[in-house]
T-cell receptor
């Protein structure tokens, strides 16, 4: 039973570019959340997707957008990259209708130069 | 707004010694509380969680935590630390398992042999 998987593992971009990160949830899970973890900080909630709709959003600008596909996988898109977007991006999945807690993936390390 | 404070940025203990990591939260209603561990280059692994009921909760790897409403605390403990416990530990609070998590800034645990 595969857990939460994310791709790519590492990514280097330059300022102003756009990036897409991908997440496949744990088998049986239908809800995906994205978190940003800057160096030396705790993860910060970006948004959550269920039934292909954004259900909750944290305090992040519109440059951060997402998508969920019918197979429950998800993408995180960041436009007009800033140096401050350099971070570990974590994906977490869970089952919407239960009290089960969410499981985190290993993350994608993004470096913006 | 919910928030989490982990007052200890870095803690060093000897292998075999006991451990207590502090966590204080701010939340208007009954919180859902979590402790996660993150090893270098890894995602987050859930150690334990508190939703309701017995205020002393047991987790994986021999960890336990005690919820104290009067002190707004949820401290993590382990009676005897192993070298493999060296990692970053995060306390988190949520309105429920379906909602976003708010994390503290983490406590880095170093274990000396």
């Amino acid at each position: 039973d595969a857990g939460v998987t994310q791709s790519p593992t590492h990514l280097i971009k330059t300022r102003g570019q756009q990036v897409t990160l991908r997440c496949s949830p744990k088998s049986g899970h239908d809800t995906v959340s994205w978190y940003q973890q800057a160096l030396g900080q705790g993860p910060q909630f970006i948004f959550q997707y269920y039934e292909e709709e954004e259900r909750q959003r944290g305090n992040f600008p519109d440059r951060f957008s997402g998508h969920q596909f019918p197979n429950y996988s998800s993408e995180l898109n960041v436009n007009a990259l800033l140096l401050g977007d350099s971070a570990l991006y974590l994906c977490a999945s869970r089952i919407w209708a239960t009290q089960e807690t969410q499981y985190f993936g290993p993350g994608t390390r993004l470096l913006v130069l | 707004a919910q928030s989490v404070t982990q007052p200890d940025i870095h803690i060093t203990v000897s292998e075999g010694a006991s451990l207590e990591l502090r966590c204080n939260y701010s939340y208007g209603a009954t919180p859902y509380l979590f402790w996660y561990v993150q090893s270098p280059g890894q995602g987050l692994q859930l150690l334990l969680k508190y939703f309701s009921g017995d205020t002393l909760v047991q987790g994986i790897k021999g960890f336990e935590a005690e919820f104290k409403r009067s002190q707004s605390s949820f401290n993590l403990r382990k009676p005897s630390v192993h070298w493999s416990d060296a990692a970053e530990y995060f306390c988190a609070v949520g309105a429920g398992t379906a909602s976003k998590l708010t994390f503290g800034t983490g406590t880095r645990l170093q274990v000396t042999l």
